[in-house]
Each structure stands twice: as structure tokens, then as C-alpha cells.
């Protein structure tokens, strides 16, 4: 009779929702949390950098430069794909494929939106004087976006995927991308959006 | 005990194992971690040819065997080998092949990920290593420091350094996820944390470490690449940027890399004590504790590597007092061997004795590192001699020799034969004496004055004497290893056949056959206590003595029942085409500023990339599910 | 496998949380253009900030419905990369 062992990443008696308890699903997670927790220190990192170049404008513009009525909205919609995909997931787990691609393509949509509205805001950043090298203030904003922005792309990619994955065969634990792991790390992606629109655009100290 | 299960008792047709192809689509961790060890050691003489050119260039002074550009791209090359194509792979060859095994799986969590993690290794430092001959290797220094590193751009050399550095950086993130991931989930049933092998315990601790300061240096890389490429700002001080944030930023790093290199060494020590003492590891909780102490330690110390940057006296103390604080829980670890050596049964073949130089090496290079925590004294040891003795006496007196150490002892496990004891004691001998004479004199050198990454030194400084024996030392290491490659091959085709458990061990994958079938063991065992197959074969007499269990007193050992069948993984082709197409985009990326061709490297390698990592995501994990 | 329904949120749960993440930042926006504030705009931002992170990790992201392990490994790293960057920060005598 095995013995159960017993720590934190064991799982003992009644389980929460089925897909706790499976163990190829608990690894999966496992190995997404700690993924999500390395991110933590690359954009950690990225805002430490724009933090310590905030006012190093070297004569170009600074932070007057944002549109914050304009990054509100993009912001907002960015927060929502995070409702539309946690509605995606909670339709798979009801093995609801079809409501399930749905929302995963309005969650792709919204991320696509938000990714339109930073090159919209970009552009317009760059006709007004501010680029990668007018200084290390624009550096590090550039960098801080633009590889968030990037993270965005990536994962409307995985979103796209799934959809792909969903149309031909139905999403299964057998396959390596399921929706909940995608799901952890479009919500990451938001949060890091949070904190970059609290930090970089509202705080401005 | 012969294997006479067939496929269809297993559940499942295991892959072939015959020819260039089943090595280029394996996914089974012994196979990755053979593949490390490997290129590991190819590195090694790689980048030992480059110390040999060094230390002959400086045997004498006024040396003249190679310019000073050639000699800075060399002891940057020797850096950047040593630390990120030798040291990490055999740490990670070491942690793929006895991970699963020494916690009772099958294999790691997600053994694509685990091919993809050595493949992109193997292209990144290929494509470092081809800087030679490709554009010029990178000549800042393994640390890189700005503005030297940003400011030259008509040579692609630092470019090559900076994406190098970046996709390795990949590929140890991919490798330590995944054996976070197999750790943490995947061990057997009894089997607690408190009941895990140290080798186990030092790597988890060592994964999160490259997990949280991996990404750091990833963005310190991509600001130098800007930089250098597009313009940026972040360290060019005319524009009010700071060179000092990428000292920072590769030190949160680089501090917690060097834990990385020595703990896995650490943990290998912490098995072979015990066995040949004939006694349990001393202080089993201690050990590992304070090897997650320093762990978290290892991230409060990096800018005791910048005491002359001028970062003030708060910092400076600050950083003093940290790093005096993580002398420690090392020396604990310390006592702790010492202890589990004291009244123990010793005996002494190879892999005891490079345990033992371990120890003694290790202490050495660990003491010369709280010298450099007393801060005025630092101010005299930086950029100095004194500084390359001491992270030689940590690095190859304690990495080298705790990894060597590790291959005398798991050889027979990899191979079914054991290394041959003469040459090992030779082998050990010259490595011991060679390597002392090479950078015992170094800290004399520093101290007296010289300068570390010059190419040369003037007559009548008196140091000719110090760094002609270096040199002759150098040349004695490159000897030993001439028997440890012989020894190696020697016994690999005529050693003595080996068994299950030569050593008479402790840990799980002594249990198993040498070497073990690919699905690891028959039956996944269950654990009742740490060093559990230690207890299957020994009870206790009155007295406390360790008396031999018959088998009738062993009885059948407690083994999982898997009704149906083992789940093991497939060979896939993916991850190495994954791993080609991000290493052609890495590429592609070191020569974007040269012109059409990085852009065309660049777009052929994200299409490769797209293609493996969608193919790898559509594919099931095993073809055969029950 | 059972499945326990009493620690799962439902749809109804995110749209209500999805709301009172969206009020959130109206008031977070509107913050800056409130004089009277200034003397505390920081802190108040930041609270709104951590308190949006929290409630997308702890519900959006399941994090308080799931195992503890996967709680630890992400607040070690959110905690350890807080004060890293605070020190670094501190010693560019930037904070």
C-alpha cells in the first residue's frame, strides 16, 4: 500500500476540482508557477531599470509625454481579456469546447486591441521626439513595453493555438497546451500591466 | 539481477537505442545527461588549451606568444567555457542522469523540455566557441563591463557575448523548470522532502536559484545588445546613463551562478561521504538547511563583487556584513562532512580521495573568499591575483574535484564497469599537486601587485618566479587530465564489470541495474526512511551497528503497484529542431547590424523555431497511453 | 476523481470581481487629478496596484483555491524580487 507523502505539492483527500488532483496536471503547473515566478524577475528587473532612469530625459521628453486617457483605455481593455479568459477556461473545465473557443477569441481580440493601442501610442510617441535613443529614459520605457508587449504576442499566439487545438481534436491533458496553463500566464501578463500603468504612467514621482 | 521482463510485461516498446538517430530524438534524461558529460568534457580541453596559451604567455615576463588583443579574447573565452560549457553542463549532466533515479521516477517532468534545454546548451556554446573563427570572440571579459562592452561596435565580439550568454541562459532556465517540476511532483511515494538525497536537495536549491537571477542578467544582456545595436542609452554615460546598472545587474546574477557551480558539488560530496565512512551523513537536517540558507543568502551578497565602484559606506557594510554572514552556513556544510567522516570506517579509492582534496581545496578558497568580505582589504585585493587564486581554489580545487569525485563514483553506474583504481590514485596525485602549484603562488602574485587580464609584465617586478611555477602547475593539470581521459576510456572498454551497487551505497539508484534499463526500474519502489535502500540491505544490532540483513530478513522490498503498465515517454524530433531554429535566430541577432544576412539568419530561424515549438505542442506525449 | 464545488468560483464570481478590478481603475485614474491627494498619491496608487495584483492572482489565477506549493514558489519570488530591487534601487540612491 503506498504511502502518500505529505507536503505542499501533495494533494490529500478531497481535491478542490478534478484537475488538482491529476498528477501530470500538478507538474505542468508546477513547472507555470515557477516559470511565472522567473518572469517576476525579468520585469522586475526591466522596472527596477525604468525606475532608475524616470527622470533622465536628457533634454527630450519625459514622462508628459503620455496620454493617460488613451493608456486608460487600453489598459481597461487588457484587464477584461483577463474576464474573458478566465471565462474561457471555466468553459473548458465544463468541457464546453465550442463557448470555450469563444471566449478564448475574445480574449485574443482584446489582447490584439491592446496591442494595436500601444504601436498606435508608440507612433505617436516617436513623432513627438521620444525613441529607443533619444535617452536612457526612453530606452528603458521602450524596453519595458515593448517586451511586455511582446509577452502579449506570444500569448495571443498560444491562444491561437488552442483554438487551432480545439477545432481538431478536443483540447486533452494528453497534449503538452492546455487552456488552464495558458490561461496563469495571460492573467501573469496582465498583472505585470498592472503594476507597469500604476508605476511608469500614473505614479510619476 | 538480469532483466527478463519483456515489452509486453512492461506495457510498452521501448525506443531503439541504435544509431545517430536515436541520440538525436532521445528524451531519456541518462541519454541528455551522457550527452552533457560529453560535451562538457570536450569544452574542457577547449578550455584548457585556452589557460595553457595563457599561462605560457605568461610564464615569463614581457611574454610574446600572443598580442594583447588575442590575449584578452582569450581569457574571456576562458571564462565564459570554463564557467558556462563545462562547469554548468557536468553539474547538469550529473543532475539529468541521478535526479530521477536517486527520487524513483521514470524520468523528468517533461523530457522534450530536457532534450530542447541540451540542444540549445549545445548550439549556444557551439556558437560561442565559433566566434574564433567567425568575427572575433569576445574580448570584455567574462563580466562584461560597460562601457568597454557597449562601446565597440565595429567588431560583432561582444555582440557574440552578449546573445551567447543570452541563450544559454535559455536553456538552464528550460533545464531548471524542469527539475523543480520533477522534484517537487514527481517523487516516489514515502519518499519526503527530509528523505531526499543532499544531491537532490542542492540541485532544487541550486534551479531556483538560476530561476530568479537568470532573468536579471537576461535583461542586463538585452540592455548591452540595445546598446550596442540600436541605439540605446541604458550605459552611456554622455546621455546621463549609468554603466554601474549593468555591474548590478550582472552580479545579481553572477553571485547566485557561482552557488549554482558549487552546490550541485556540494550535494555529490554530501553521497560519497557517507558510503565510504561507512556512516550516515552527519547532520542530514543541517545540511540541508544551510544549503538553502545560503540560497537565500546568495541573492543579498552580489555587490561584493563591486567594492571599488564607489558605491559608498552603507552599501559597502552592508554588502561586508552579508557576505561574512554567508560564510556560515558553508562552513557548517564543513563540520558536517568532518563529522561524517569522524569514527567512521573509512576507505580511500578515487572518488573518496578527490572528495577529501574537495574538502581541503574548497576550505582554502573559501577562507582567501572572507578576506575579500573585509572591505579596505578588498580595495588592495581587487583586479589582482589574489582574487583569480581564490575563485580557482572554490572553483576547480571545489567544483572540479567535487565533479571529478562524482564521475569515479557514478562511472560505474553510467557504464557497468568500474574506473580502474591505479590510474584514478595518478590521476588524483598529479591533478592534486598540479593544481595547487598552479594558483597556490597566485595569491602571492596578487598580493605582491599583479594585475589580473594584462597580457604581460614588466622585468624586475618580481614576479617571475611565482608565475613560472603557475605555469609549470598548468601544464601538470593538463597531465592528469590525460589520465582521467584514459582512465575513462580504458575502463569503459576492459574495466571490471561493476553490478548493481559496487560501493555497497545508499541511495536509489544503486538499486537498479548498471547501467539501468530506460524505463530507470522494474518497479517503482516505496520509501520508508532517507538513504532507504541503505536500510533494505542493513539492520541494527543492539550495540547500533549496521548488521547485514539476510534475505529472508529483508523480505520483498515495498514496491508501487502500476496496474497499468509503465507511462513513459516518446523520442520526438521536436526539440531539436526548436532548438536549432532559436539557436539560428540567436544567430542571426549577433550579426543584425552587419548587414541583410542577420536579418535573413533571423527570419530563418523564427520559422524553424515556430515549426518545432508547434509541432512539440500538437504532438502527444506518448504514443502508446494505456 | 470528486469534485468539491464549494471553493471554485463561478462565472458569476469573476464578472462581479471583473467589475470591482474595472471601478478600480477608474478611481486609480482619476487619483492623479485630485489635488488634495498629491501628499499621499503614491502610497494610494500603490495600494490600488498591489490590491488589483492580488485579487487577479488570488482568484483569476485560482492561487487561493490551489495547492499552497504553487502560492510559495510565486510569493518567494514576488517577496525576494521586491526587496532585491529596492536595495538596488537604494543604492543608486534612486527610491
Redo the contacts between chains.
Keep these: 500500500m503506498?504511502?502518500?507523502?505529505?507536503?505542499?505539492?501533495e494533494?490529500d483527500g478531497?481535491?478542490?476540482?478534478?484537475s488538482?488532483?491529476?498528477?501530470i496536471h500538478?507538474?505542468?503547473?508546477?513547472?507555470m508557477?515557477?516559470?511565472?515566478?522567473?518572469?517576476?524577475?525579468?520585469f522586475?528587473?526591466?522596472?527596477?531599470?525604468f525606475?532608475?532612469?524616470r527622470h533622465?530625459t536628457?533634454g527630450g521628453p519625459g514622462a508628459e509625454i503620455f496620454n493617460?486617457?488613451f493608456t486608460?483605455a487600453s489598459?481597461?481593455v487588457l484587464?477584461?481579456s483577463?474576464?474573458t479568459?478566465?471565462?474561457a477556461d471555466?468553459a473548458f473545465q465544463k468541457s464546453d469546447q465550442r463557448q470555450g473557443r469563444i471566449w478564448l477569441i475574445g480574449t485574443a481580440l482584446l489582447g490584439l486591441s491592446f496591442l494595436a493601442g500601444q504601436i498606435f501610442e508608440f507612433t505617436e510617441f516617436v513623432n513627438e521626439g521620444l525613441?529607443?535613443?533619444?535617452?536612457?529614459f526612453?530606452?528603458?520605457f521602450y524596453?519595458l513595453t515593448g517586451?511586455h508587449g511582446m509577452h502579449v504576442a506570444g500569448g495571443v499566439l498560444m491562444i491561437a493555438?488552442l483554438v487551432a487545438?480545439s477545432l481538431r481534436r478536443r483540447l486533452s491533458p494528453?497534449?503538452?497546451?492546455n487552456v488552464e496553463l495558458v490561461?496563469?500566464y495571460w492573467?501573469?501578463v496582465?498583472?505585470v500591466w498592472?503594476?507597469i500603468?500604476?508605476?511608469v504612467y500614473?505614479?510619476?514621482? | 539481477m538480469a532483466l527478463t521482463t519483456t515489452p509486453d510485461d512492461l506495457g510498452y516498446t521501448p525506443p531503439s537505442t541504435k544509431g545517430l538517430w536515436s541520440w538525436i530524438t532521445t528524451i531519456d534524461h541518462k541519454r541528455i545527461g551522457i550527452m552533457y558529460a560529453v560535451s562538457s568534457l570536450v569544452f574542457f580541453l577547449v578550455g584548457g588549451l585556452e589557460a595553457l596559451l595563457i599561462r605560457t604567455q605568461l610564464a615569463t615576463a614581457n611574454g610574446t606568444l600572443v598580442s594583447a588583443d588575442a590575449y584578452n579574447q582569450l581569457f574571456t573565452m576562458h571564462g565564459l567555457t570554463m564557467v558556462f560549457a563545462v562547469i554548468m553542463p557536468i553539474a547538469a549532466a550529473f543532475q539529468n542522469y541521478f535526479i530521477p533515479l536517486m527520487i524513483g521516477a521514470r524520468d523528468v517532468a517533461f523530457p522534450r523540455l530536457n532534450a530542447f534545454a541540451f540542444w540549445l546548451f549545445l548550439f549556444s556554446v557551439v556558437l560561442l566557441t565559433s566566434s574564433f573563427f567567425l568575427g572575433g570572440s569576445p574580448d570584455g571579459a567574462w563580466v562584461g563591463y560597460a562601457p568597454l562592452s557597449t562601446q565597440i561596435q565595429e567588431y560583432v565580439r561582444m555582440d557574440y557575448y552578449s546573445i551567447g550568454a543570452q541563450l544559454l541562459g535559455f536553456a538552464s532556465l528550460a533545464g531548471s523548470i524542469n527539475f523543480v517540476a520533477t522534484i517537487f511532483t514527481m517523487r516516489a511515494p514515502g519518499m519526503t522532502l527530509m528523505r531526499m538525497p543532499v544531491f537532490v536537495w542542492m540541485s532544487v536549491v541550486s534551479s531556483f536559484l538560476l530561476i530568479f537571477s537568470l532573468p536579471v542578467i537576461g535583461v542586463g544582456l538585452w540592455q548591452i545588445f540595445i546598446d550596442r545595436n540600436f541605439g540605446g542609452l541604458f550605459y552611456e554615460a554622455q546621455a546621463s546613463g549609468d554603466p554601474l546598472l549593468w555591474q548590478h545587474l550582472f552580479w545579481i546574477f553572477g553571485h547566485p551562478e557561482v552557488y549554482v557551480l558549487i552546490l550541485p558539488a556540494f550535494g555529490i560530496v554530501s553521497e560519497i561521504l557517507p558510503v565510504f565512512s561507512r556512516k550516515p551523513l552527519f547532520g542530514y537536517s543541517f545540511v540541508v538547511f544551510s544549503g538553502i540558507a545560503i540560497g537565500f543568502l546568495g541573492f543579498g551578497v552580489w555587490a561584493h563583487h563591486m567594492f571599488t565602484a564607489g558605491m559608498g559606506p552603507v552599501a559597502e557594510a552592508g554588502f561586508g556584513l552579508a557576505t561574512m554572514l554567508i560564510a556560515i552556513p558553508t562552513g557548517v556544510k564543513i563540520f558536517n562532512w568532518i563529522g561524517t567522516m569522524w569514527g567512521g570506517r573509512l576507505t580511500f579509492p578515487a572518488p573518496m580521495l578527490f572528495t577529501v582534496g574537495f574538502i581541503a581545496m574548497f576550505l582554502i578558497g573559501g577562507i582567501s573568499g572572507v578576506t575579500h568580505a573585509v572591505v579596505p582589504a578588498n580595495t588592495q585585493q581587487h583586479d589582482s591575483y589574489y582574487v583569480v587564486a581564490h575563485f580557482h581554489y572554490v572553483l576547480f580545487g571545489g567544483a572540479v574535484f567535487g565533479y571529478v569525485a562524482g564521475a569515479y563514483y557514478w562511472f560505474p553506474k553510467w557504464t557497468g564497469r568500474l574506473m580502474n583504481e591505479t590510474i584514478g590514485k595518478w590521476n588524483f596525485w598529479i591533478m592534486f599537486i598540479g593544481f595547487n602549484l598552479t594558483f597556490a603562488p597566485q595569491h602571492i602574485l596578487g598580493l605582491d601587485g599583479m594585475p589580473r587580464r594584462t597580457y604581460r609584465y614588466a622585468e624586475g617586478m618580481g614576479w617571475d618566479v611565482w608565475n613560472l611555477m603557475s605555469t609549470i602547475g598548468a601544464f601538470l593539470i593538463a597531465v592528469s587530465f590525460l589520465f582521467f581521459i584514459y582512465n575513462l576510456i580504458a575502463s569503459y572498454r576492459h574495466g571490471k564489470v561493476a553490478g548493481n551497487d559496487p560501493w555497497d551505497a545508499r541511495t536509489l539508484e544503486w538499486t537498479t541495474t548498471s547501467p539501468p534499463p530506460v524505463y530507470n526500474f522494474e518497479e517503482v519502489p516505496v520509501v520508508h526512511h532517507q538513504d532507504d535502500f541503505w536500510y533494505r540491505k542493513y539492520g541494527v544490532d543492539e550495540d547500533g551497528r549496521a548488521v547485514k540483513l539476510t534475505p529472508e530478513q529483508a523480505g520483498k522490498p515495498d514496491v508501487v503497484v502500476e496496474e497499468h503498465g509503465m507511462h513513459m515517454p516518446s523520442p520526438s524530433y521536436f526539440p531539436i529542431i526548436a532548438a536549432t531554429g532559436v539557436a539560428l535566430l540567436g544567430a542571426g541577432l549577433v550579426f543584425i547590424s552587419s548587414g541583410p544576412i542577420g536579418f535573413a539568419v533571423i527570419a530563418l530561424g523564427a520559422v524553424v523555431a515556430l515549426w518545432g515549438i508547434v509541432g512539440w505542442a500538437a504532438e502527444p506525449v506518448t504514443r502508446e497511453m494505456h | 476523481m470528486s469534485t468539491a464545488s464549494h471553493a471554485h468560483p463561478t462565472p458569476k464570481t469573476y464578472w462581479l470581481i471583473a467589475a470591482a478590478l474595472a471601478v478600480a481603475t477608474a478611481i486609480e485614474i482619476a487619483i492623479p487629478y485630485i489635488e488634495v491627494l498629491d501628499p499621499v498619491r503614491a502610497p494610494l496608487l500603490i495600494a490600488f496596484g498591489a490590491a488589483k495584483f492580488v485579487t487577479v492572482v488570488a482568484v483569476f489565477m485560482h492561487l487561493r483555491y490551489d495547492l499552497k506549493g504553487y502560492r510559495y514558489v510565486f510569493g518567494i519570488a514576488v517577496v525576494v524580487a521586491i526587496l532585491l530591487f529596492i536595495v538596488l534601487l537604494a543604492v543608486f540612491r534612486a527610491l
Design positions: 503506498a504511502t502518500a507523502t505529505d507536503d505542499v505539492f494533494v478531497q481535491t478542490d476540482f478534478e488538482t488532483g491529476d498528477p500538478r507538474t505542468r503547473k508546477t513547472a508557477w515557477v516559470f511565472l515566478g522567473s518572469e517576476v524577475f525579468f522586475g528587473a526591466m522596472i527596477a531599470t525606475l532608475l532612469y533622465t536628457d493617460i486617457p486608460s489598459s481597461f484587464l477584461m483577463s474576464l479568459m478566465v471565462l471555466n525613441t529607443i535613443s533619444t535617452s536612457p526612453g530606452s528603458s524596453m517586451f493555438l487545438f494528453d497534449h503538452g497546451m490561461a496563469l492573467h501573469f496582465d498583472i498592472i503594476v500603468f500604476t508605476v500614473l505614479l510619476q514621482i
